[in-house]
């Protein structure tokens, strides 16, 4: 059964850095593509950025693009999301996602596996 579990949420000021993780288990991550959406103050989840675990091609959200880098650790089957130039826009509860194909899609329906997510709150 796979298991997602995110860390590195918090508070942080406008223009700040912070760094999430996911912690995938249950599967080998070969073939996936692991995700982050967010959900905002209007209930709407939306797509961040995605990796494919093969080959590391990734896909970002005009909004987070230049600011936003994702990233994966292999060994420790992991998937990371460094957010710099935080904006207040940027706050929302962010979740890790994965989905068993070899295309990067944009709407959260796609994906098959979902973790609790995490709070991050940028303040002006």
């Known amino acids: 059964q796979v298991h997602l579990v995110e860390s590195g949420g918090g508070l942080v000021q406008t223009g700040g850095s912070l760094r999430l993780s996911c912690a995938a288990s249950g599967r080998s991550l070969s073939g996936d593509v692991m995700a982050w959406f967010r959900q905002n103050s209007r209930n709407e989840r939306e797509f961040v950025a995605a990796?494919?675990?093969?080959?590391?091609?990734?896909a970002y959200a005009d909004s987070v693009k230049g600011r936003f880098t994702i990233s994966r650790d292999e060994p420790g089957n992991m998937v990371n999301l460094q957010m710099n130039s935080l904006e207040s826009e940027d706050t929302g509860v962010y979740f890790c996602?994965?989905?068993?194909?070899?295309?990067?899609?944009?709407?959260?329906?796609?994906?098959?596996?979902w973790g609790q997510g995490t709070q991050v709150t940028v303040s002006a």
């Open positions: 990796i494919m675990w093969s080959g590391g091609t990734t």
């Open positions: 996602a994965l989905d068993t194909a070899t295309v990067i899609w944009w709407t959260p329906s796609h994906y098959d596996h």
